[in-house]
């Protein structure tokens, strides 16, 4: 069992930055393949990065490629995504979410546990 909580969400103009963090409880957070997903209103969720147990291999969307960054310490089990050159379009409740598989990482109903989520908007 696993419980994430992320924070780290909030305003930010256009061009700015956010750190989004999210925390595992559990001793074998490091054995956890960890996602961050997003969902605007009215959208489906959607897949941002992931990162594996290790932290060797990520992997990012399109969308936020070259502006977002996906991390870990699993000393810390903690897991964070850096935000950087923020868009409106960013502007959605993001989540974490956690599964021992790596594959398929980009589907969200692959991954078995999920945080409440985070509120990112960013104005124009």
């Known amino acids: 069992q696993v419980q994430l909580v992320e924070s780290g969400g909030g305003l930010v103009q256009a061009g700015g930055s956010l750190r989004l963090s999210c925390a595992a409880s559990?001793?074998?957070?490091?054995?956890?393949?960890m996602g961050w997903f997003r969902q605007a209103p009215g959208k489906e969720r959607e897949f941002v990065a992931v990162?594996?147990?290790?932290?060797?291999?990520?992997y990012s969307a399109d969308s936020v490629k070259g502006r977002f960054t996906i991390s870990r310490d699993n000393a810390k089990n903690t897991v964070y995504l850096q935000m950087n050159s923020l868009k409106p379009e960013d502007t959605a409740v993001y989540y974490c979410?956690?599964?021992?598989?790596?594959?398929?990482?980009?589907?969200?109903?692959?991954?078995?546990?999920w945080g409440q989520g985070t509120q990112v908007t960013v104005s124009s």
């Open positions: 979410a956690a599964d021992k598989a790596f594959l398929p990482y980009g589907l969200a109903n692959a991954y078995a546990y």
């Open positions: 559990g001793r074998t957070f490091s054995s956890y393949t």
């Open positions: 990162i594996s147990w290790s932290g060797g291999s990520t």
